[in-house]
Structure formats: C-alpha cells, structure tokens
C-alpha cells in the first residue's frame, strides 16, 4: 500500500519558518525558512550541533516561542495566530512537554504532576487513562510521592506520563534524556517508543545523543538554521556517520 | 572581599531597597519624632522669651499644698500693686489676673467660638507696656465694656475692631463688648489657644474675683534683678513670692517643654514599635538572601574564605544597608517634620513659624538606631551563612532547617519570660499603673519573638488549614498557593510576624476601647439615674456652679445635683474630695451606699469601702480634714460606698461645705432628673434656656451622653491606628518583599507551569492566593495576640477606669479582611513580574 500525500496527517509542521535573534549586526539567524513536518503517529529525533537551530525549532513549534516569519501548526491551527491566553490553552490541551530537569511541581504528588494540564484547565480528564499511563511507566505504587521522594529517572518517568496523560496532539521532549544515566535512559525511550507504536502518539525530542536518536522513526539534522539531512529508521552507527559526514 | 560585598548588594538591589523602606519607615518616624519635637521646643522657648521679655521680676502666691482651681492661680490683694509701684527700683508694675476657660466669644448665630483642644484664657491686660505679653496686631488697650482678642479667635469669628462682640461669661449672662483690639501672645502665634482680654476691673468683675490679682509683673527699668527682688520682697504679705523674669522665663518654658515632651515621646514610642517590626522584615530578607546564595557562599568557602570572613561580608553587607536607610530615614523624618509643621500653620495663623531644629543629638541617635537595628537583624543570617560548608556549593539545594526541639526550646527561653512578665503586670504585686504597663509591653515584646519564633513550628500546617477553603474553591491555583504557604514555614512565619504586630497592637487598642465602652456602657446603666447631664463636653472643665442653682429653679427639673472636685487634708493626708449636693444626689447618681445614710450633713463625710477598710474606719468614726483656705474642723463617716465610677474619688463631703472654702466656686458635672409629668422635651428646651448662657456646656442625655464618650473613644482610637498603620505600612513592604524572593526562587517552577498550561492569569492568581494565605495566618495570630494583649491591659487598669473586658467582634472581622486585602495588595507587583516572565528563559532559569 502506497501513502499518499492526503493520506498523512500532520500532527505539527513548519512553513518557511524563520527565527531571527537581535538586530543589526548582533542579529543571529537561528532558523532559515524551516519547512518540516511531523507526521502523526511518529517518532521524530531533531539533531545538530549547538547554535544549530534544533531548540529553537522545538521551542516555536511548541508554541513557547513566537517566529519572526513562516508559520507553525499545531494540528491545523496556525499558532502565529493566537494570542498569549490561546497559545497557552494550545499547550495545556493538544502539547505535552518532557523537559531535561526539574520537569515537576515539587509540592504536587505524582498524580497531581501527571493530571496538572487538565487541572489547569477545565479538570476533565479520563483517570482511567492517567492510571493506565501512570500504571504503564511503572510508578503505580509512587502515585502519592513527592518528587524529592524520587530518582531521576522516576522523575522523567512521571514527566512522560503527564506529557501523554491528556491525549495531546504531539509530545516536544527536549533533551529528555539527557539527565540520566544510558541504563534508565534506554527504560525511558523504550516506553517513549511504545507510546507511539502502541497508542499512536506523535513525539518529537530534540537530541544530540546519536544513541538516544536511533530511538526514533525519523532524524532531521539542522546546521545554521537550515535542515541539511533527513534519516528513516536510524541506528546509533548511521547517526554518527551522518554527524561526521555533515561537519567535514 | 569589599567588591564582593558591593556586587552582591548590587545584584539584589531591588530587594534591597524593599529592605530599606522598612527600616527607613521607622527610621524616619524616630528621626521626625525628633525633629518636630525639637522644633516646637525651641519655637514655644522663643515665645516665652518674647512673652516675657520686660518682665524683670513677678510676684505672685508661693504654690500651695492645697489648690481646687485647676489650672487658675491662687490670687492675693491687689493693694500690693500700688505699693510695689511706689518703689524707686520699679520703674513699671501691672497687676494682673486670670482664668481659664471662663469667657467665650459667641459668634453670630450664638454658637461659641473656641478652639477644639487648645484651651480659652481670659485675662486682664493693661495694654502695650515693658511687661506686656500681647503685641497689639491692631487697635487700642481695651477698656470697660471692651475686649481684645487673638487674631487667630477674631479671624475664626470674623470680628474686626469696633464689632460689637458678644461674649459667654461665667456669670451667666452674655454681654455685649466693643472689640478694642487684636492681639497676639509674644511676638505670634499661641499654640492654638484663644486669649480674651479685658481690664483689670473688668476681668475682676466677670470673674466676680473682688479685687484681687494673681500676679504683678514688674519692669525696674535697669535695676539690678536682685536689687530689684530684694527691694520687693518685705512689701509682701505671707504666701506670696517674687522671683525674677528668668525664672518666670524658665518656668513657661519647662511648662510648654514639659507637654512638648509628652507628645515627642508618644511619637518616639510609636516609632520604636515600628522598627520593631522592621526588625523581622530585615531579618527576614536577609535570611532568604542568604539561603538563596547558599552555593555561591559555598564557593567562596571552598576556594579558601573562612567562616568569619563570610559572616563579616554579610553584617558588612547590613551595614552598608544601615547607614544607607539611616541617611534617607534621617532626611525622611525631617521632611516630615517640615510638612507637619506646615500643615499645623495651615491650621490658621495660631501656630507660629519657626526654624527646623536638627541637633546632632538627633542624627546620632538616629543613625544609631538605623544601624543597630538592621545590624541585630542580620546576626543570625550571618551566622548562618558562615556555617556554610564548601560542599554546599556542589551539592544541589538542600536547606538545612532548625531542628524542631531547638526551635521549641529557643522560642520557649523568649515566650516564656515574656508572658511571666504579662503575667506580673495583669496579675502580680506590682506598684503603679506605669510599671504595670512596662512589664506589660516588655512582655508583649518578648511574647512577640517568642511567638514569632515558635510559629514556624505551626506556620506550614496553619497555612495549610487556612489554604482549604481557597483550594476547594480556586481549584489548581488555590491548591498551589495554599502548598507554596506552607512550603517554607520558617518564611511564611517570618512575613506574618510583621502583620501579627500590627495587628496584634490595633486590636489590642480596639479590645481597651471596646471595654472602655461596655464598662462605660454597665456604669450608665447602673450608677446613673439622672435624666439628663450638663457639663463641658469639650475638655471637661469646671463651671460656674451658679449654673446648678439656676437649673434647680426651673420648675422642670425635679433633683439636680453638681459635682465639685475639692482638694483637701483628710486625717494629714492631701486626697482629691467629691463636693456633692448629697440631698439631691441620690435620685441622679447611685454610688452603692453600703452602709449609713447617702444624705451627709455638713459635718459627714461618706468613704470609699477600701480606702475606709485600709485606714480602719467605720461609720462614726471622726476624720481631720483642712481646706485649701486653712479652714480646719472635723468631720463624721456617715456614709461607706462602693461605686466610685461617677463619683471619681475615695471621700464625698456635702457641696454645702465644700463650696465655702474654695477660692472658686465651680462645678465640673450637674446631673438632673425630670419632675414627674413633664415632658422631656419640654424639660430639655428650659434647661437649655439656662445653658445657653454658658456657651461651652453641653446639654445630653443618657443616649447622647454616651454616644458623645463613645465618639471621643472612637477619636482617640483613629489617631492611635494612624499611627499603627505605619505598622501594617511595613509589613505590607515585607509580604512584597517575600513574595518577590519566592517568585525569584520559583522561576523555574513558573516557567514549567506555564509552559504546561497555565495562563498568566492563573499564575497571578496563585501568587496572590499564597500572598493572602500568608496574611491571614499573620492577621489571625496578630488579632489573637491582640486579644490577649488587650485582656492584659484591661486587667492591670484600675476598676474605677475599666471593669470589664468588650470584645469588638466587627472589628476583628474588618481586620482579618483588611489582612486579607493586605495581602492581595502586597501579590500585585510580584505577581505582575512573575506573569511577564518569558517561559523559556524561566525554564532555563538556573
């Protein structure tokens, strides 16, 4: 069975996007003209040196950052055109956020973490489903701890929950990862990968670890703003050629 | 290690200057205090000086043991006069004599014209002279049916010289004087006060004295002083003096310092309560500084810096503070002693104008005070911050806290000495109403830290508690600002101490005042049974008592009664006496006879039942007694009581007697009752007919009475929370000042919030729910303690001036709102800047 091009949708895509930092001569392009999309039910990796473009990229589409020209979708909704109060109901509801650290209310339990979005919303959420995805990233029998009362990789475990406990459209993780040590490392991609394969959810994380790259379905490369590469189905060896091969 | 300090001040400047504003509040209160007082000092010196400025020597009464009169002087033949001025050393000589509060101008529609608060002196005055105390603004010396009066009275009437003013006399009946002249005492300016000035014979007549005076100033023309005091002094008669025009000087002075004083050091302690309060807000700040620079502190511990060296940077870093907030504080204060200044000679052309006093006394002790207090403050974060450990700088946050046994048993070594000393004033064998006080405020302040200390053992669960309405009704944000409340209790605490001070003193005073008024309320109730009462309402000051006989006569009135405050010996002994009409007395007073008859004889006198248990006396017994005219006679116990709530004092003698040995026969209160079968009103519109004479009488009944003491209560009670409010001025600066440090420490948290969803409304609405969570905790410790405070005081006050203990119910709700508000306030700035945070870089925060 051929895809056609109606037949993908899009969880989230770029148009000409272009992010441009300060002005006259202290002005820094960090995104040129991006036009990117990511596919629903798929797992996207961003990768590229530092000053790349990547978190930039990441942050705009996320709708924490505005862009100086092009537009960002989320869905089909053009962020460019809500304000602050509908951007940040857009991320409450259809984006769900992994950050590096400190990714939790420190005086909120795990289940409070998880259901946050929804409670800063109108609090409808399907508990079925939080425990079912609190169940899912092991930390059933933690639901009432507080975060101090957890490592680091349960932390970024219940991080992953709440980003998928309200169903969102697309999941940004940035640098998700990056905080832990490979073994829990490889236990929260596993189950970021599951996420998608078995519930269909759509992710995209921003990385410079080729291992935790190869993770995903697909690996965009930035340099100077611009995607130079695109890689289906990576591996941790064909990342690295790429970054190798991209700064000869 | 300098540039260190200097960064750091810099890179917090903003909470720094918070800081500041609370240490330069009170800093500026002390230095004001100072200023204003000094000011006024020196103003009040120079007017005297001016006043008596010709005056070489004056003569006068020696100061008697025994005086009725209040404020009048005891007064002597006026034959001296001539006989003085027929020395060859004097070159000039007036007689003079005065009242006060005896005349009144009335203005056009009959109303009297004085000053509220100031008092009315009526004198003689024989015009400009080398003795005169006036300076004539326009006009000539009156004479006969002439009067001259201040300028600041005369523009408040409208009357220009040659109006024909009527004026109130102690006569009874008004009469008509042309105004002759405007005057003014010294060289301007009279604090306020009216003068009414007549001739000799005049005053003599109105005041209807005989021909007496009360003191002969005398000018010797370049005569020596003490030739000129050894020249007079044979020609006086016994129990009259002359001292010379320094002392005379000396003695205005130290009158004027001596009230002067009394208002500087009300100030004064205001202040002090204030910086007292700053004291925990300094703390405060510094505290959270210090545990925010945790690991830059570390840091500096690790590549070398030794504890003290860290400590010193901090109390280095307070001093800096200090000096800074004593400099703007000592400035603040003189601009507003400048203003207040200002503003009193707005008040009309009585206040004179004079220079700003700032003695160096003021700036050291105000500079003293700024950095003692902001030093004390800093102590226990700087010994903190020097137990920093170098590993503090790898390791991640981590606050060590106060265990909670230390905290127990630090805030018990304060809370417990404290309320013992609550304890001794309330209950303990303490002399005098003064070291009750004093052991009472010590306490309270001791109790304050006390109770500041040891509320962070309950602040978080408190904070929790009072956060459970706002969770189950803000939903999310209520449920973040009631765990941010509770998160730090040492902090949330720390911020409410500041209002609990406050508050704890506002309601303190509301609990007297309330209590003041149900005892008042119990007394109207239970020991006065007159219908309706005549006295001077404005500074409760005798009267005529031809008044008591006029109102007798008037066929409406049943009993009436006047009350006379005597001075006397009984049994050796100077007391204050009652002169009472007792035969008429019972139907308007009820003072608890308990034995004997209420009815004395003008050989009775009736005792209060613990002063005659103290000194063994029983009806019967015979008591010794001396006037204050040397008339000297034994008198009978025939009465013993047990409510001296009206009648004031522990001994009552018939009016009968007592008026005849008085120089001046007044009254300070008549009580009457309606005859039976006439209407009140009817009633009230001829007793006004007499009253109406007496310009400065008030004529009430019981519901007005009360209303009046009611209103002169609440006065009282505003310009004592005027100046409270600096107070909760404080600690508003204080919530705004955590709440800006917290917001700080948050940002990451905010950053993470908002990006998950929370809009900046929400954000806004969950600082401000933390900020009014944290106030209420405050308001609801400080109306607490309040009522405690309060409960003490009624308690060390004397049962003759409060017996009961009034809780004002609606005014601790308006506080516990007001608290609330205070909080909602203080939220606003920091609230503000939290929404503005741009999401990103708060989540990069580090």
Redesign the interface.
Known sequence: MTVTEEAVRWAARADRASKIYGSGDTEVHALREVSVGFEAGRFTAIMGPSGSGKSTLM?CMAG??RLTSGSAFIGGTDLGTLN??QL??M???QVG?I?QS???????NVR?NVT??S???D?KIDMGWVDEVIQTVGLGDRISHRPNELSGGQQQRVAVA?ALATRPEIVFGDEPTGNLDSKTSAEILEFMRRAVKDLGQTIVMVTHDPVTASYSDRVLFLADGQIVKQMDDPTPDSVLDTIKSLGD | MLKLVVRGIRANLGRLVLTLISVVLGVAFVSGSFVLADSLRSIFDQISEDAFAGVDAQVRAVEPELNSSGENLVRFDESIIDEISALPEVDYAEGGIFAFEQTYSLLDDGEVNRPLGPPVFTSSWGGPSPVSSFTVVEGVAPIGQQVALDSAQANAGGFAVGDQVTMSLPTGEPEQFELSAIIDFGDGGTGGAYFNLFDLDTTQRILDSGDVVDSVVVNGGGTDTDVLLAAIEPLLPADVEVVSGETVIGESQEDFGSVIGIFGNILLSFAFVVLFVSIFIIYNTFAILVGQRTKQLGLLRSIGASGGQIRFMVLIEALIIGIFASIVGLFGGIGVAWLLKLLFSAGGNSFPDGPLEIRLRTVIVVVAVGLFVTLISAIIPAFRASRVSPLEAVRDGGRKERSVSFRLVAGAVVLIPGLVLLALGMFGDVDGTAARLAAIGIGAALTFIGVSMMSALFAGRAAGMIGGPVEATRGINGRLARDNASRNPQRTAATATALMIGLALITGVAVLASSLLATFDDLLEDALTADLFVYEANQGLDFSSGVVEQLDALPSTDSVAGFARVEMLVDGDVEAVTGFDTATGTSVINAGILDGTAELSQNGIAVFDETADERGWGLGTTVPVEFEDGFVTDLTVEAIYDDRSIVENSFIVDRRLSRQHVQIDAVGFVGITIADGVDAEVARAEVETITDNFAQLTVQDNTEFQEGVEGQIGQIQIVINGLLVLCLVVAFFGIINTMALSVLERTREIGLLRAVGMTRNQLKSTIRWEAVIVSIFGALLGILMGLLLGWAAVVAIPDSFISKVGIPWLSLVIYLIVGGIIGVIAAYFPAQRASKLNVLDAISHS
């Open positions: 942050h924490l950052d602050d109060k940040t109901k991320r409450r509801e956020f950050f400190f990714n939790l209310v420190p005086t909120l409070e946050l979005p409670d800063l919303g609090g709440r």
